[in-house]
């Protein structure tokens, strides 16, 4: 059964001080481990696809990292519109098509 | 990016009525449909899977006669709270995927369900 751990459960930061968000998991072959943004009263937004352990994905001040045992959300230079909750989900070799496993995600709060 | 438009927003209702809220893909044909529910400050609980003109998959304790899915085109799903009670007040959310197998889900905005 595929699983997955997202550390730390919340995360305060001051504006500007940059961090990292872990993401542990264990899959039976990985299709793709996947990074979501979900703000309060939303659905959660899309942010990055990772399919195979060395490869990074960039967006604006985000960039996830990917390794055979955990995938890593780095945040440069936090601002307070990145406070949000991230969820990591992974799909294995063995679900059905789309379906994934959710962690239970890392609350952001960015304070100016 | 891939849009998917969840409706309505907001429901407050009876007990005792049913309750519809449908999930469209706008811009990709989802070949497979899934069906959350979100308690405040908790994670996603996925409670089935649908899949284009055959009958949705429950999660183990999710009760098939109280929630029904229909997934009848490419581009739609339905769920429908059948009898709401207020036990089954949440937040309900979709999303969708397209035919390929390591695609990610892309959500609707959800759907807050009170029921009184």
């Known amino acids: 059964e595929d699983q997955v751990t997202q550390s730390p459960e919340a995360l305060r930061l001051q504006e500007g001080e940059s961090s990292s968000l872990n993401c542990s998991y264990t899959?039976?072959?990985?299709?793709?481990l996947f990074w979501y943004r979900q703000d309060p009263g939303k659905g959660p937004e899309f942010l990055f696809t990772?399919?195979?352990a060395g490869e990074e994905k960039e967006k604006e001040r985000l960039k996830a990292t990917l390794t055979k045992k955990e995938s890593f959300l780095h945040i440069t230079a936090p601002k307070p519109e990145d406070s949000a909750t991230y969820l990591c989900?992974?799909?294995?070799?063995?679900?059905?098509?789309?379906?994934?496993?959710f962690g239970d995600g890392t609350t952001l709060t960015v304070k100016p | 990016g891939a849009v998917v438009s969840q409706h309505p927003s907001w429901v407050i209702c009876k007990s005792g009525t049913s309750v519809k809220i449908e999930c469209r893909s706008l811009?990709?044909?989802?070949?497979?449909m899934f069906w959350y529910r979100q308690f405040p400050k908790q994670s996603l609980m996925l409670m089935a899977t649908?899949?284009?003109?055959?009958?949705?998959?429950?999660e183990q304790g999710v009760e098939k006669d109280k929630f029904l899915i229909n997934h009848a085109s490419l581009t739609l799903s339905t769920l429908t709270v059948t009898s709401a009670h207020p036990e089954d007040s949440s937040f309900y959310i979709c999303?969708?995927?397209?035919?390929?197998?390591?695609?990610?889900?892309?959500f609707g905005d959800g759907t807050r369900l009170s029921i009184l």
């Open positions: 899959v039976s072959g990985l299709r793709g």
């Open positions: 989900a992974v799909q294995g070799v063995g679900t059905n098509a789309g379906k994934s496993t």
């Open positions: 649908s899949n284009e003109g055959s009958k949705a998959t429950y």
């Open positions: 999303s969708a995927s397209g035919p390929r197998d390591n695609q990610p889900q892309h």
């Open positions: 811009d990709f044909q989802a070949t497979t």
């Open positions: 990772l399919y195979s």
